[in-house]
């Protein structure tokens, strides 16, 4: 790198980095002196707070040592009362209103009092539970063996009687003689030295307690609330205050070894040596340092905004030296771009100079791309400041130079696309757009993209074509056709489902199956809609509710898979409904015909045979009686022969339709053959109903047929059988009723007979 190159880098870099090192440099120092001054106040705030939380366990001590105080003065008066009326002062008497201990303490505290014999026995107490002997208790001891008058103060203890703590002050008690005595015993709450809570004002969420430094027992309150402990406890901060947080070193700031609740405090405290305790009281570091926050956020937030108004100066300044440095570079580097871009174009670009009338409305080559070089067929370099009408002489009989001259004269810009009248047939694409005294010319060889165009078309044409012809043969077919796809949204319909949904009064490409054909017959239709669309050809049967007038329909159905070209995925499938209306019809007719008698309209054997399996597979089932008829007509031969067939065939119609009109409407009655009929009577309550049915039977028979002039005298004879349940074969009930048949007539005919139940229950014989 020359000295040059190094004197230029160096200079540019000085611009680029002269602005951000000066914002850097005034950022760090506002933050500087903000970080400083937040520091300073933070530390004052925190003194402060220890300082008032200080004052008040100073209050708090003094409270709690004037109440103990005050106790051990009540001792010292009770003993010297005690004395001057020789031991026959009594507790009543020393508390009582207006007596001598409301002189020292207020009658409202009611400390618990006792007073022990000399033998250690209680001899009497109040406003509190006492052990009945203390004997063997070590202060009572120390007060027995000692002849001072101090008084002894015991470390706070937990009272077994009340589970709270307290502190016990006695004082040894002397006769007259100057002998023990007893003592006197008072009992001291420590809750009442913090219940005084609010005149202490240690704010919301701050604790007031009291300590024994020798038990860890500690009475304590946070707001309302008033606790006790045995694991609490406070260490004094070395040296006055805690490391950084300023406090000054006269204020005895404490520290908990565990937290009293999940509030955040600033601890003071204060001894009382001769009571073995310590005052506690701390304020929460949310109350006490509100102030110094709100400080703090001004700050902070004063320091940002003046923050965001430099950083915006600073970069508006090099937003318009870069602006000044880019349109430097960019005048420098315009043309190499611009040579550059046109090089790399797929299109071919020439920009031309206009020759006027000394050239015969020419145009002069100004600049060419190699592209425009290559569609020209010679070098880039051969072209430059060359006529253009000498060059392509094709353009001017194409009109291409008219054209340009156009655009030179109006402003107007051109695009269009022409296919060449010279030459190998092209397809061009050309644009030209005036610039000065000139025009630029871009041009682009289109021909295959037209002819890919061409292709395209009548591929699309051929497509039409046999979509047309698939749709003809589609709307030629008297079934219903159509396609839904994978979202089940119908996307073709030929002519005949086209005319069911304009019947149904809807519009059925684009829209969801399930709206199309209602919610009720979509859900019958759904697995089969599952199937095929997991790749399974279906088919099943379908039957249309019959409308208000008129009669329901029937369609064959079949779900036909459509998979894409790969033949992996199911893209749809298409639907083929055929009405088999008329078929079901024809075929429901010719099964009835398959089992109706022709002569008479009754069932025919097929059908008797078909009923009476059921009936008795019912009776299994159920349990139910039911009987079976076999009858035939008693001297049919004689008239058929003396009056012939006609009249016997009108006897056998005449003599079906009497024995329906004397039967029930649920009873089955068939012809066998010849004179020979049955019938099936279900659901019987007792075997009695069928035997007066075959009696109704006989009497209707016997009255004389009028048959188109001739009168005829029958009558009927007939065997029935019963069936309840068992294993028994329809031939064998019939063939049971046919033998009781053939016992009527050996009877004398006009009457019937009946057997037991087959398979159940005996009825008896008629």
Request: proline share 4%; aromatic share 8%; with cysteine.
């Amino acid at each position: 790198m020359t000295e040059k190159d190094r004197t230029s880098a160096l200079r540019r870099l000085y611009r680029v980095l002269l602005l951000p090192a000066f914002a850097a440099v005034l950022l760090a120092a506002m933050w500087s002196a903000v970080y400083w001054q937040v520091r300073q106040e933070r530390a004052t705030a925190r003194h402060e707070a220890v300082l008032r939380s200080h004052a008040q366990a100073r209050t708090l001590a003094e409270n709690a040592g004037f109440l103990l105080r005050q106790a051990d003065h009540a001792t010292q008066l009770f003993k010297l009362k005690f004395e001057e009326t020789d031991g026959a002062l009594r507790l009543p008497e020393f508390t009582r209103r207006n007596g001598p201990l409301t002189l020292l303490l207020p009658v409202r505290l009611a400390l618990p009092v006792a007073l022990y014999g000399p033998d250690g026995r209680l001899a009497d107490s109040l406003h509190g539970t006492f052990a009945p002997r203390a004997g063997d208790e070590g202060w009572f001891r120390a007060l027995a063996g000692s002849a001072g008058d101090m008084a002894h103060f015991s470390n706070p203890l937990v009272d077994p009687a009340t589970k709270g703590w307290r502190i016990r002050v006695a004082r040894r008690l002397d006769d007259g003689a100057g002998h023990f005595a007893g003592a006197i015993v008072m009992h001291v709450d420590p809750a009442l030295f913090i219940d005084d809570y609010d005149r202490l004002e240690p704010g919301p969420g701050g604790y007031v307690g009291l300590l024994s430094r020798d038990t860890g027992l500690a009475a304590s309150r946070v707001d309302d609330r008033v606790f006790s402990d045995d694991t609490l406890a406070f260490a004094a901060v070395q040296g006055g205050a805690a490391a950084g947080t300023g406090a000054a070193a006269g204020a005895e700031e404490a520290l908990p070894r565990r937290p009293v609740d999940g509030i955040a405090r600033i601890y003071a405290f204060r001894d009382m040596p001769r009571f073995a305790l310590m005052a506690v009281v701390g304020h929460s570091k949310a109350h006490a340092l509100a102030r110094f926050e709100r400080r703090r956020t001004m700050y902070v937030s004063v320091a940002t905004v003046a923050s965001i108004v430099v950083l915006a100066f600073v970069g508006l300044l090099q937003r318009h030296a870069r602006r000044l440095r880019n349109s430097t570079r960019a005048a420098r580097a315009a043309q190499r771009q611009l040579h550059a871009a046109i090089d790399a174009s797929l299109d071919a670009l020439f920009l031309l100079k206009a020759c006027r009338e000394a050239c015969g409305g020419d145009f002069i080559l100004v600049d060419i791309n190699e592209p425009g070089a290559a569609m020209l067929g010679h070098p880039r370099a051969g072209l430059l400041g060359r006529r253009i009408g000498q060059l392509a002489p094709a353009w001017r009989d194409e009109g291409l130079l008219d054209r340009y001259r156009s655009v030179l004269e109006t402003g107007q810009p051109l695009e269009e696309e022409f296919a060449t009248r010279t030459g190998p047939p092209r397809w061009l694409q050309h644009q030209v757009v005036a610039i000065d005294d000139g025009v630029a010319v871009t041009t682009r060889d289109i021909t295959a993209r037209k002819q890919a165009e061409l292709a395209s078309r009548q591929a699309m044409a051929a497509l039409r074509e046999k979509e047309a012809r698939l749709r003809t043969l589609a709307d030629m077919m008297p079934a219903m056709i159509a396609y839904v796809d994978r979202d089940e949204v119908y996307r073709f319909q030929n002519l005949v489902y086209e005319r069911e949904f304009t019947r149904m009064g809807v519009q059925a490409i684009g829209r969801s199956a399930r709206e199309i054909i209602g919610e009720e017959r979509y859900m019958r239709v759904q697995p089969w809609v599952c199937r095929a669309l997991a790749g399974e050809t279906v088919s099943f049967e379908e039957d249309e509710a019959p409308p208000p007038e008129g009669t329901g329909r029937s369609f064959e159905v079949r779900y036909i898979p459509q998979r894409d070209e790969a033949g992996e995925h199911v893209t749809g499938f298409h639907v083929v409904r055929t009405d088999v209306t008329a078929q079901r019809r024809e075929k429901q007719h010719l099964l009835r015909l398959s089992t109706i008698d022709a002569l008479t309209g009754l069932m025919n054997r097929a059908g008797f045979t078909k009923r009476l399996d059921a009936a008795m597979q019912y009776s299994r089932e159920h349990g139910t009686l039911m009987a079976v008829m076999y009858m035939d007509i008693d001297r049919f031969k004689p008239v058929n022969d003396t009056h012939g067939h006609a009249v016997g065939d009108a006897l056998l119609k005449a003599f079906a339709g009497r024995l329906t009109h004397a039967l029930r409407e649920s009873d089955t009655v068939a012809r066998l053959g010849g004179d020979e009929f049955t019938i099936i009577l279900e659901r019987l309550l007792r075997c009695e109903d069928a035997e007066r049915a075959a009696a109704k039977l006989v009497a209707a028979m016997a009255a004389a047929f009028d048959l188109d002039g001739v009168r005829v005298g029958i009558s009927t004879s007939i065997g029935v059988a019963f069936y309840r349940s068992g294993d028994l074969a329809p031939a064998e009930l019939l063939a049971r009723a046919d033998t009781l048949l053939y016992e009527a007539k050996q009877a004398g005919r006009n009457t019937f007979r009946t057997g037991g139940t087959l398979g159940g229950q005996q009825p008896d014989a008629a």
